[in-house]
């Protein structure tokens, strides 16, 4: 790998996995950055098609609406 960071890196650009070993044993896997893409409204349509819980209204009006710092001393 020292030899060839150049050519590796490359290659994971482009999409391959190239798992690295150290002494003949597998010790890391490197790859291409997973993309972040927008998504169209019909990939996720089907998510916002179910009912919602019917108890959420009432367990909403439990909630203390108080905002707090979480790090401040109690």
């Known amino acids: 790998m020292r030899q060839n960071a150049s050519d590796l890196v490359r290659r994971a650009q482009t ?6 070993t150290v002494a ?6 490197l790859g291409p950055v ?6 169209q409204w019909d990939d996720l349509a089907d998510v916002f098609g179910h009912p919602t819980d019917p108890e959420w209204a009432g367990e909403r009006n439990l909630l203390d609406n108080t905002i707090a710092d979480p790090w401040a001393e109690r």
């Open 24 to 29: 003949g044993r597998p010790a890391a896997v």
């Open 15 to 20: 999409g391959e996995r190239v798992t690295i």
């Open 34 to 39: 997973s993309p972040r893409t927008w998504r």
